[in-house]
């Protein structure tokens, strides 16, 4: 017989947002047993944040030279692959409930997401400025100058969701298993 406490509470218990994160956690929690170490989880944090330079660089590139936003699909599967597998290796503990974190993985994701949000914000402000200038000082090529910012708005978006797991990452021991406990 299961006796459900506060740290296993019943399921009626548990909020939607808990129940999708122990269903993603029971789906996920025996992915990739060979990268969930330490080591591996700041490989891929460092494979995440390489992949969105060169994103950015092409982006940028781009303005340039049009033909080689063709990079950036490649780099999309890329990217996608490398932020997936690092969730999957912190057990999503990014957007885990406050439930399953102790004090100072709470602490770590709040100020990780703090800093997520002022990066975004302010880098989205200044795109948004430079599109408001460029438009109005009609500055180079329109469509490129577009694409280029949408394409450095996409790549901010996604390093608003790579700070909070590179967070994450750095507090797990090599002993975790499962964000359960």
Request: proline content about 4%; charged content about 20%; hydrophobic content about 50%.
């Amino acid at each position: 017989m299961t006796t459900h406490t506060p740290d296993n509470p019943s399921p009626d218990t548990l909020t939607a947002a808990e129940r999708r994160y122990e269903k993603n956690l029971e789906r996920t929690e025996v992915s990739l047993p060979g990268w969930r170490n330490a080591a591996r989880r700041r490989l891929l944090v460092r494979l995440n944040w390489a992949s969105l330079g060169i994103m950015a660089a092409i982006a940028v590139a781009g303005y340039f030279w049009f033909p080689i936003i063709l990079a950036w699909l490649p780099m999309t599967v890329v990217i996608c692959t490398v932020w997936t597998m690092l969730r999957v290796t912190i057990d999503s503990k990014d957007t885990a409930p406050a439930r399953y974190l102790d004090e100072f993985e709470t602490a770590t994701l709040l100020e990780a997401r703090s800093r997520a949000l002022n990066l975004v914000t302010g880098g989205l402000f200044a795109i948004s400025l430079i599109l408001i200038f460029g438009s109005s000082l009609e500055l180079g090529d329109g469509h490129r100058l577009a694409y280029m910012m949408g394409g450095l708005g996409i790549i901010l978006f996604l390093a608003g969701a790579v700070i909070p797991a590179a967070a994450m990452a750095r507090t797990m021991n090599d002993d975790e298993v499962t964000g359960r406990g």
